[in-house]
């Protein structure tokens, strides 16, 4: 007898380790990029290109955090508001 076939409800587990992976993954690119614009910045030796694009990668990891941050809040606002945990629990099949 082989593995059992997989069925809907297997979906949400998927779904939750897709997601997770990829608020992993925004945090790891995050890191980097201030990690990137902070050593361009030490580095720029005083070039006023080089610290530009040195601020404008800082600018941008700055901006990806808020809007990671801000979409997280939101959803948790939206929950909180309707009462639900669903907005945030993905779950295909309710007992």
């Given at each position: 007898m082989?593995?059992?076939?997989?069925?809907l409800?297997?979906?949400e587990g998927?779904?939750e380790?897709?997601?997770?992976s990829?608020?992993?993954?925004?945090?790891i690119?995050?890191?980097i990029m201030?990690?990137s614009?902070?050593?361009?910045?030490?580095?720029?030796g005083?070039?006023?290109?080089a610290?530009?694009g040195a601020?404008?990668?800082?600018?941008?990891a700055i901006?990806?955090?808020?809007?990671?941050?801000g979409?997280f809040?939101?959803?948790k606002i939206?929950?909180n508001?309707?009462?639900t945990d669903?907005i945030?629990t993905f779950?295909?099949?309710?007992?």
């Amino acid at each position: 007898m082989g593995p059992a076939p997989a069925t809907l409800s297997n979906l949400e587990g998927i779904f939750e380790n897709v997601v997770t992976s990829l608020l992993a993954l925004g945090g790891i690119v995050l890191f980097i990029m201030f990690l990137s614009g902070g050593f361009k910045y030490l580095t720029s030796g005083g070039d006023p290109k080089a610290v530009e694009g040195a601020k404008k990668t800082l600018t941008t990891a700055i901006g990806g955090l808020i809007m990671l941050a801000g979409s997280f809040l939101i959803l948790k606002i939206i929950a909180n508001f309707t009462g639900t945990d669903s907005i945030t629990t993905f779950k295909i099949i309710r007992p």
